[in-house]
Each structure stands twice: as structure tokens, then as C-alpha cells.
T-cell receptor, first 112, second 116 residues
Framework: GNSVTQMEGPVTLSEEAFLTINCTYT??????LFWYVQYPGEGLQLLLK?????DKGSNKGFEATYRKETTSFHLEKGSVQVSDSAVYFC???????????FGQGTILTVHP | GAVVSQHPSWVICKSGTSVKIECRSL??????MFWYRQFPKQSLMLMAT?????????EQGVEKDKFLINHASLTLSTLTVTSAHPEDSSFYIC????????????FGSGTQLSVL
């Protein structure tokens, strides 16, 4: 079956540091890949997605590239801000947006 | 974006009691709602899918008689944990999509359930 493994947290960084959160997956077929973010007290929000191999999703300075050869979808940001403190979830899904398989989430804390 | 409201945010109950969690789509009609559960340091796991007016479809290993899901209207789905036990303590989160959301999913903020 499908599974997603995320880098264990929590991750603590200083403002303007470089961020990488690793995500690898196992899946049958050709799933779409997603990163969701959950800010304190809010619901998960879609941060970015990629639907096929070599696609790069990007949003708010975050990027992730769908790597089929390494079955990875690592999240990166060149310079994090305090406002990026949140929980980040990697997920994969098929043709339906609804049935997603999530990683366990990574807590990111950014200090001034 | 669209808003999904989930209540309560946290609840503590005694073992053997039932707890109801509500999930409302505030500005769109949710044709499909999903309920997830997350144990500490584990992934969000899909429990069930519900389509408005239909019986929920449960994932393997999820007891339908214990986790009652009702999706009677296009804006409200409820999850009732019946005869809760300490092992049911978990983070429960709903998500919803509708015809006007371009198939995107919108999530509630989650409910932390603690069963004593």
C-alpha cells in the first residue's frame, strides 16, 4: 500500500536559515504529492503540490520537486521567517484529492 | 479560501461516554467529507469518507459501530465516538470538498480527544 515517511521533528531554526524537511514515499502507480501546513489553531492548508515526475511545486518561497527515481518530495525554503513556524505534512494521493496518505508531520519552530 | 469549522477543539470525557465532533463547511456545500485520526508521532490516518445523504465508507480496521458518522446536510458532518475508551484518545480532523472548491480539500482545525 501507499505510505509516506517524513523527517522527524521538531526542527528549530533561526530566522533566515535554510530549511529542508525530507519526505519519501512508497506508492503504486503515479500519485500526486502534496505539502500541507498547519498553523497554530488552524486547519491544514495546501502549501504546494506536484502531479507528475520532475514537477516542482512552489508557494510562499517554499519549493518541492517530485523525484520519482528517489521517491522523494523534500520541502525547501531558502530563508525561513518566524511566521513559518507551523506543522508541515507531506502527503500523497491518487486521482482523487480526497484519499490522501499523510506523513506524521514535522513541527517547525523559527526563532528571531 | 473556503472555511471548514470543527468543534470542539478539545474535549475530555469519562470512559464509557459518547462524544460528538462537528465539522461544518461555512461558505461552500461539502459534497464529500473525510475524517482522519492521528495518534502521537504517527501519520494522519483516514478513518472514513462520507458523501452527503449516503452512508459513510469506512477504512479497513475502523469500527463503524464505534465511530458513527452522519452527513445529513451539505454543510455538516458529525463524528460520534461511542462508548469511548482511553485508547480512543487521539487527534481527530475533518476535511471537506465540494463542487465549487475545484476538487480542493479544506481542513478543520482538529479536535483533541482525551478519554479518562
Amino acid at each position: 500500500g501507499n505510505s509516506v515517511t517524513q523527517m522527524e521533528g521538531p526542527v528549530t531554526l533561526s530566522e533566515e536559515a535554510f530549511l529542508t524537511i525530507n519526505c519519501t514515499y512508497t506508492a503504486t502507480g503515479y500519485p500526486s504529492l502534496f505539502w500541507y501546513v498547519q498553523y497554530p489553531g488552524e486547519g491544514l492548508q495546501l502549501l504546494l503540490k506536484a502531479t507528475k515526475a520532475d514537477d516542482k511545486g512552489s508557494n510562499k518561497g517554499f519549493e518541492a520537486t517530485y523525484r520519482k527515481e528517489t521517491t522523494s518530495f523534500h520541502l525547501e525554503k531558502g530563508s525561513v521567517q518566524v511566521s513559518d513556524s507551523a506543522v508541515y505534512f507531506c502527503a500523497l494521493g491518487g486521482t482523487s484529492y480526497g484519499k490522501l496518505t499523510f506523513g506524521q508531520g514535522t513541527i517547525l519552530t523559527v526563532h528571531p | 479560501g473556503a472555511v471548514v469549522s470543527q468543534h470542539p477543539s478539545w474535549v475530555i470525557c469519562k470512559s464509557g461516554t459518547s462524544v460528538k465532533i462537528e465539522c461544518r463547511s461555512l461558505d461552500f456545500q461539502a459534497t464529500t467529507m473525510f475524517w482522519y485520526r492521528q495518534f502521537p508521532k504517527q501519520s494522519l490516518m483516514l478513518m472514513a469518507t462520507s458523501n452527503e445523504g449516503s452512508k459513510a465508507t469506512y477504512e479497513q480496521g475502523v469500527e463503524k459501530d464505534k465511530f458513527l458518522i452522519n452527513h445529513a446536510s451539505l454543510t455538516l458532518s458529525t463524528l460520534t465516538v461511542t462508548s469511548a475508551h482511553p485508547e480512543d484518545s487521539s487527534f481527530y480532523i475533518c476535511s471537506a470538498r465540494g463542487r465549487t472548491t475545484n476538487e480542493k480539500l479544506f481542513f478543520g482545525s482538529g479536535t483533541q480527544l482525551s478519554v479518562l
